[in-house]
């Protein structure tokens, strides 16, 4: 039973930082890609950072670069998004997912729950 569980998530001034966690479990955490989507009110839900289960390579969304940073603990099969520079755009729901490719929403094949980001 494949499980992934978002926390980190909350309000904040623009300018301001959050870290957001997730954790897996009940999946072959090395082979996959584990990255985080967004959600903005009233849009679609789009790719913002991946990463493989041995830390490399990771990817970006437009949105993401030099702002956001994704990173791993392999050991605790957490992921991580530091998020800095934060602007209201960025206000909407946070998924951690599971999937073969990164930032490709249709592959992703698990799903967190989601967490909250408000910006203002």
């Known amino acids: 039973h494949v499980q992934l569980v978002e926390s980190g998530g909350g309000s904040v001034q623009a300018g301001g930082s959050l870290r957001l966690s997730c954790v897996v479990s009940?999946?072959?955490?090395?082979?996959?890609?584990m990255g985080w989507f967004h959600q903005a009110p009233g849009k679609e839900r789009e790719g913002v950072a991946g990463?493989?289960?041995?830390?490399?390579?990771?990817s970006y969304g437009d949105s993401a670069k030099g702002r956001f940073t994704i990173s791993q603990d392999s050991v605790t099969k957490t992921v991580y998004l530091q998020m800095d520079g934060l602007k209201s755009e960025d206000t909407g729901k946070y998924y951690c997912?599971?999937?073969?490719?990164?930032?490709?929403?249709?592959?992703?094949?698990?799903w967190g729950q989601g967490t909250q980001v408000t910006v203002s």
């Open positions: 009940g999946y072959t955490y090395s082979s996959i890609c």
């Open positions: 990463i493989y289960g041995g830390g490399t390579p990771t």
């Open positions: 997912a599971a999937g073969p490719v990164c930032l490709v929403r249709p592959l992703q094949r698990f």
